[in-house]
T-cell receptor, first 109, second 114 residues
Framework: GQNIDQPTEMTATEGAIVQINCTYQ??????LFWYQQHAGEAPTFLSY??LDGLEEKGRFSSFLSRSKGYSYLLLKELQMKDSASYLC??????????WGAGTKLIIKP | TAGITQAPTSQILAAGRSMTLRCTQD?????MYWYRQDLGLGLRLIHY???????GKGEVPDGYSVSRANTDDFPLTLASAVPSQTSVYFC?????????????FGPGTRLTVL
């Protein structure tokens, strides 16, 4: 079956670094997406990884290991506006996204 | 540019009634999707369309129908609503289906079925 596992909730301090992990099992694999979703709003695209390694985009970086079925999202210099849910979504063999339940990130001053 | 819009924003519906959730995009995207999002669960795909005139079933299609008469519009119909269809519904679009293209989401419709 297809399964996505990510922590339900994490807490971090403003200015710090946080890593949100995601493990996945899918029928085929065509890359992995990370989305950000603020409470009551729509998800918005953060990153896409299809090859192993780290992709850096400003304060956000995303890592993928296909052999381990593992990805993480790294957020640096945390700001209060980063308080949101972070959704891990690998694409299966048909390019359909399989969504995790999301990790709610709480940033404290 | 409006991007992708949904209507209504929220709705309370009596069980057994029918309802159509509207979705329109102005990005000329070929692919469109309908998801539902429930507390503690990931987004679940209801139906999708890779191009105008074609539709496909997602993970949870039962009780829902869609049509794609043109590129811009992708309405979702609940023929006879049941309380388990209480959810937040998101419409999304991407440049093409069956590819790695990112999906853009509408603001969502919060539906309560009583």
């Amino acid at each position: 079956g297809q399964n996505i596992d990510q922590p339900t909730e994490m807490t971090a301090t403003e200015g710090a670094i946080v890593q949100i992990n995601c493990t996945y099992q899918t029928s085929g694999f065509n890359g992995l997406f990370w989305y950000q979703q603020h409470a009551g709003e729509a998800p918005t695209f953060l990153s896409y990884n299809v090859l192993d390694g780290l992709e850096e985009k400003g304060r956000f970086s995303s890592f993928l290991s296909r052999s381990k079925g593992y990805s993480y999202l790294l957020l640096k210099e945390l700001q209060m506006k980063d308080s949101a849910s972070y959704l891990c979504a690998p694409a299966d063999s048909n390019y359909q996204l399989i969504w995790g339940a999301g990790t709610k990130l709480i940033i404290k001053p | 540019t409006a991007g992708i819009t949904q209507a209504p924003t929220s709705q309370i519906l009596a069980a057994g009634r029918s309802m159509t959730l509207r979705c329109t995009q102005d990005m000329r995207h070929n692919a469109m999707y309908w998801y539902r999002q429930d507390l503690g669960l990931g987004l679940r795909l209801i139906h999708y369309s890779n191009t105008a005139g074609t539709t496909g079933k997602g993970e949870v299609p039962d009780g829902y129908s869609v049509s794609r008469a043109n590129t811009d519009d992708f309405p979702l119909t609940l023929a006879s609503a049941v309380p388990s269809q209480t959810s937040v519904y998101f419409c999304a679009s991407s440049l093409a289906g069956g590819t790695h293209n990112e999906q853009f989401f509408g603001p969502g419709t919060r539906l309560t079925v009583l």
